[in-house]
């Protein structure tokens, strides 16, 4: 079954970047790539990604000698006019409303099949999908550092269990399932 995860790393105190957009804080940490909640296995069961503007660009300013090494559809929420990388497949949307945002979480998980929908970088990305009820899970690495200030972890009430906790490296590594309030 297709879930939707939110895989990403964190400050102590819950910021993905710092305030001038930069992750060196993080690119510096020692890790395992294939230690637990490492992302060697989890980029395997990964079918389509979803990401904002600013984590695309930040993509395309850092992203060096082969700046995109997705090969998953790739899907980015924006009213920016980006450029798209050479013989990517990458598909540009604004997806303003609730509605439109269930249509292309549809269309996202229809091209994922039967792997993963990984909500790539940006809090508010993920934060619309919870509203929203489309995200299933948050992994999070935390990285022993506080930033002050920057771009928040999920900039939304998000109620979520925890599932899995585990050390790789210099990281607490913690694995949530986002809770869903029961239907009516």
Not at 60 to 70: F, K, L, R, T, V
Not at 72 to 100: C, K, N, S
Not at 144 to 157: H, K, Y
Request: charged share 20%.
């Amino acid at each position: 079954m297709t879930r939707t995860v939110y895989y990403t790393a964190t400050s102590l105190d819950g910021f993905i970047a710092d305030r001038e957009n930069s992750l060196s804080w993080l690119l510096s940490r020692e890790s395992d790539q294939e230690g637990p909640m490492g992302f060697s296995t989890f980029e395997k069961g990964l079918g389509a990604i979803v990401m904002g503007s600013t984590t695309y660009r930040w993509v395309q300013d850092n992203g060096g000698p082969d700046p995109w090494s997705y090969t998953q559809p790739a899907w980015v929420l924006t009213h920016r006019d980006l450029t798209p990388f050479p013989g990517a497949d990458i598909r540009f949307t604004a997806a303003d409303t609730r509605e439109e945002l269930v249509a292309l979480h549809a269309e996202m998980v229809a091209a994922a099949g039967e792997l993963d929908v990984w909500v790539v970088g940006g809090g508010p990305v993920a934060a619309q999908l919870a509203e929203a009820g489309l995200l299933d899970e948050v992994v999070v690495a935390i990285a022993p550092v506080t930033l002050g200030g920057g771009a928040p972890l999920l900039p939304a009430r998000v109620e979520l269990a925890t599932r899995e906790v585990a050390q790789n490296g210099e990281f607490a590594c913690v694995r949530y399932a986002v809770v869903r309030p029961d239907a009516d």
